[in-house]
């Protein structure tokens, strides 16, 4: 049983900012939240991991608040290109990752 | 840097066959773990191995077996092949340690058909 729960599918235009959302109501003191993005037919890409408050990378941003029952993927001005399957996970280190369905984000021209 | 590479890209088998699906680590990487994906579903866990030996296993049947080399290569092999175990196969590497921080990286996949 996935320990996430995240939006099916979303929709957004090219060039905008696109906030996925995902719970983890369970989420142990241990836990890391990480995402990655799978594109068809191709193995999951690691996006960005973070424990508190924010990440950024050169890829997405990551908002985690104080009670880490959630976090929200940002991706700043989407393109074409970031039509993706998009996971959100929460674990440490080498335990088996459990996956949820995802998110599938269209990115409309 | 050479990531996580699997072999082969795609497999075409029949019921009853067995097949074997090979993946060499990211450079630096003790562990691999194997995970299944059925279309439009998100990756399940097969099985892990470290130092040559399975530590941790998912809900999958004895017909599902591997193998650790001593450079960490892995492979993945699957007896008695049933139609349902037509799907994409994933490995991933990561540094062991169990740190909190540390990240499975995917390989690219095999695409295994079973007719």
């Known amino acids: 049983l996935a320990k996430t729960t995240q939006p099916i599918s979303m929709d957004s235009y090219e060039g905008q900012e696109v906030n996925i959302t995902c719970s983890h109501n369970?989420?142990?003191?241990?836990?890391?939240i990480t995402w990655y993005q799978q594109f068809p037919s191709q193995g999951p890409r690691f996006i960005i991991q973070?424990?508190?408050t924010k990440v950024t990378n050169e890829v997405a941003s990551l908002f985690i608040p104080a009670d880490r029952k959630s976090s929200t993927l940002s991706l700043p001005r989407v393109s074409l290109s970031d039509t993706a399957v998009y996971y959100c996970?929460?674990?440490?280190?080498?335990?088996?990752?459990?996956f949820g369905k995802g998110t599938r984000l269209s990115v409309i021209a | 840097d050479a990531g996580v590479t699997q072999s082969p890209t795609h497999l075409i088998k029949t019921r009853g066959q067995q097949v074997t699906l090979r993946c060499s680590p990211k450079?630096?990487?003790?562990?691999v773990s194997w995970y299944q994906q059925a279309l439009g579903q998100g990756p399940q866990f097969i099985f892990q191995?470290?130092?040559?030996?399975?530590?941790q296993r998912g809900n999958f049947p004895d017909r599902f077996s591997g193998h650790q080399f001593p450079n960490y290569s892995s492979e993945l092999n699957v007896n008695a092949l049933l139609l349902g175990d037509s799907a994409l196969y994933l490995c991933?590497?990561?540094?062991?340690?169990?740190?909190?921080?540390?990240?499975?990286?995917f390989g690219p996949g095999t695409r295994l058909t079973v007719l």
């Open positions: 991933a590497s990561s540094p062991f340690g169990d740190r909190s921080t540390d990240t499975q990286y």
């Open positions: 369970n989420i142990a003191t241990n836990d890391y």
């Open positions: 973070g424990y508190k």
């Open positions: 996970l929460v674990g440490m280190g080498n335990t088996p990752l459990v």
């Open positions: 450079s630096g990487h003790d562990t």
């Open positions: 191995y470290y130092e040559e030996e399975e530590r």
